[in-house]
T-cell receptor, first 114, second 114 residues
Framework: NAGVTQTPKFRILKIGQSMTLQCTQD?????MYWYRQDPGMGLKLIYY???????DKGEVPNGYNVSRSTTEDFPLRLELAAPSQTSVYFC?????????????FGPGTRLTVL | KQEVTQIPAALSVPEGENLVLNCSFT??????LQWFRQDPGKGLTSLLL?????REQTSGRLNASLDKSSGRSTLYIAASQPGDSATYLC?????????????FGQGTTLQVKP
């Protein structure tokens, strides 16, 4: 199993551009999450999904959109990129939202908006 | 609003020393607490998960404790090695517990010197 994979690893955007961060998991997990991590800070939840077709907002959803058309994929869309969105983005998945479930993380996408 | 704090932000110790990392949270209404390890440029790896009804969990040289009433958890690393150098993050699972959402501290960056 590859686990959770994310593409691209790095990206530089200009202000106002848009892009999609890709996330795929091959563990047949129902739950998927997007986090951002700013320098010296912990991770903050952007959006999450409890299954295909179902998404919900986390702590910091403004400026982002998500979709979940399949179990495997959970892309994160940035529209009109702003410098405040410069961060490292992590995707994670878990089998369920149950209390004993671990979250498995991808390697991250480092995004810079100039 | 739940807040998670980790002190110190950075720690440097000589190899072989036993050490304790601290995590505190403001709201004792949590379902569980997890400790993660993050290597530079990498995603997070789960180390230990403690349910709210448990007092501690052990894995190899790692021991995590939880005192829900006082809002504290500690991660004890025995006989530290240079390979333990990484950032350690704690995260709590707030209610409702079935969404899988986590709230993270900002992490403690550990350097173990040979």
């Amino acid at each position: 199993n590859a686990g959770v994979t994310q593409t691209p690893k790095f990206r530089i955007l200009k202000i106002g551009q848009s892009m999609t961060l890709q996330c795929t998991q091959d563990m047949n997990h129902n739950y998927m999450y997007w986090y951002r991590q700013d320098p010296g800070m912990g991770l903050k939840l952007i959006y999450y999904s409890v299954g295909a077709g179902i998404t919900d907002k986390g702590e910091v959803p403004n400026g982002y959109n998500v979709s979940r058309s399949t179990t495997e994929d959970f892309p994160l869309r940035l529209e009109l990129a702003a410098p405040s969105q410069t961060s490292v983005y992590f995707c994670a998945s878990s089998e369920t939202g149950g209390l004993h479930n671990e979250q498995f993380f991808g390697p991250g996408t480092r995004l810079t908006v100039l | 609003k739940q807040e998670v704090t980790q002190i110190p932000a950075a720690l440097s110790v000589p190899e072989g020393e036993n050490l304790v990392l601290n995590c505190s949270f403001t709201d004792s209404a949590i379902y569980n607490l997890q400790w993660f390890r993050q290597d530079p440029g990498k995603g997070l790896t789960s180390l230990l998960l403690i349910q709210s009804s448990q007092r501690e969990q052990t894995s190899g040289r790692l021991n995590a404790s939880l005192d829900k009433s006082s809002g504290r958890s500690t991660l004890y690393i025995a006989a530290s090695q240079p390979g333990d150098s990484a950032t350690y993050l704690c995260a709590v699972r707030p209610p409702p517990g079935n969404t899988g959402k986590l709230i993270f501290g900002q992490g403690t960056t550990l350097q173990v010197k040979p």
